[in-house]
């Protein structure tokens, strides 16, 4: 994760993120990260632009929501009611294989 949050401060300070720059950040905070860790972050981000996809997660809905909104709240009662259905479909399933047992 620390990595993760160099290669935020880099994007935010406009430099680029390499591997040169994030073991300078890993240096300065005195993390021990391995180097493989770092080629391995460097080589993920190679296509990615940070601030785009920072710019859309913010507007994709990550965001939280405003209170006073209930349909958060509404979604997730909807999907435990929907896993309740599925469970109880098991159950009966199970319950008709043991019968055709017998």
Excluded: C, H, R
Excluded at 10 to 18: P, Q, T, V, Y
Excluded at 27 to 35: K, P
């Amino acid at each position: 994760m620390e990595l993760i949050y160099a290669a935020l401060t880099l994007s935010e300070a406009d430099k680029e993120i390499n591997e040169e720059n994030l073991q300078d950040i890993v240096d300065a905070a005195g993390l021990d990260v391995e180097d493989s860790e770092v080629a391995a972050l460097v080589a993920a981000l190679e296509d990615v632009d940070i601030q785009e996809a920072m710019e859309t997660a913010v507007a994709g809905g990550a965001a939280p929501a405003p209170s006073g909104d209930d349909s958060a709240e509404e979604a997730d009662e909807e999907e435990e009611a929907e896993e309740e259905e599925e469970d109880e479909g098991d159950d009966e399933e199970a319950a008709e294989g043991l019968g055709n047992m017998f």
